[in-house]
């Protein structure tokens, strides 16, 4: 049984236009402070981020570390963390890892930080 249908987004375009579109139920979206491997800048990314959440779509954070673009820069691995932890518009996160070091760094990091409601 199918209980939700969802989208990868690789584009602001298609952000946009998940936001009205009714059978889209999830989004996997990349986003960052920094706005490094996303879909364009975090200040123009967030805004239709916050838009999908307003409009009841589960969302779900990727490249939330840049596709490790700062994964060796705690203070970035740490605000990046936190933006999305406590931005109160993402419902999960998705990270990769390429050692069971990186697990446990991001583990200890994310606990740290008080999540933002997101309802």
């Known amino acids: 049984m199918i209980r939700a249908h969802g989208i990868s987004c690789h584009s602001l375009e298609s952000l946009e236009t998940a936001v009205t579109e009714p059978w889209v139920d999830t989004v996997h979206a990349r986003i960052n402070p920094f706005g490094a491997k996303m879909d364009g800048p975090t200040e123009k990314v967030e805004p239709v ?6 409009a009841g779509k589960g969302l779900i954070a990727m490249k939330v570390i840049g596709e490790g673009t700062f994964g060796n820069d705690g203070e970035k691995k740490d605000q990046s963390i936190k933006y999305v932890l406590q931005g109160g518009f993402i419902d999960a996160i998705t990270i990769g890892f390429e050692k069971v070091e990186h697990i446990d760094d991001f583990t200890s990091r994310a606990r740290k930080v008080p999540v933002a409601a997101t309802a």
């Open 49 to 54: 981020l916050r838009k999908l959440h307003e």
